[in-house]
């Protein structure tokens, strides 16, 4: 399993959300770098599968402490143009001290006005 997953549920249709283009990104190698921090750095891309989840990206990486990252839905694609919001991005910081993790999931309920995230376990 990758050290970063996620699940898109359509709460429109009550189903998941399939073949959602994702991008994940690198923003900052540190917190405290993050205001000074150059362009991000794509990690990798993958499509939710018929279950609406990612569970393999289209490259291997790993996580380290305190990185900050991005994940790009294309909400666009999926609802056809027929959304408010042409994409979400959700950025997020890696923190396994803290959290005791070395594993991170993003879930996102997703409709064509609306979208809500949390973190998974």
């Known amino acids: 399993?990758?050290?970063?997953?996620?699940?898109?549920?359509?709460?429109?249709?009550?189903?998941?959300?399939?073949?959602?283009?994702?991008?994940?990104?690198?923003?900052?190698?540190?917190?405290?770098?993050?205001?000074?921090?150059?362009?991000?750095?794509?990690?990798?891309?993958?499509?939710?599968n018929a279950d609406g989840r990612i569970t393999a990206w289209s490259?291997?990486?790993?996580?380290?402490?305190?990185?900050v990252y991005k994940l790009r839905f294309e909400t666009w694609e999926y609802f056809k143009g027929n959304t408010f919001f042409p994409y979400v991005e959700v950025t997020f910081v890696v923190n396994m001290e803290k959290d005791g993790r070395d594993h991170y999931h993003v879930p996102v309920l997703l409709a064509p006005?609306?979208?809500?995230?949390?973190?998974?376990?």
């Open 59 to 67: 490259s291997d990486f790993t996580i380290e402490n305190e990185q």
């Open 1 to 48: 399993m990758p050290p970063i997953t996620c699940h898109v549920l359509d709460t429109a249709s009550g189903a998941p959300a399939a073949s959602v283009p994702v991008t994940l990104s690198l923003l900052s190698p540190s917190v405290a770098a993050l205001s000074s921090s150059p362009e991000p750095t794509q990690v990798a891309t993958a499509s939710t």
């Open 113 to 121: 006005w609306s979208y809500s995230t949390y973190r998974g376990s």
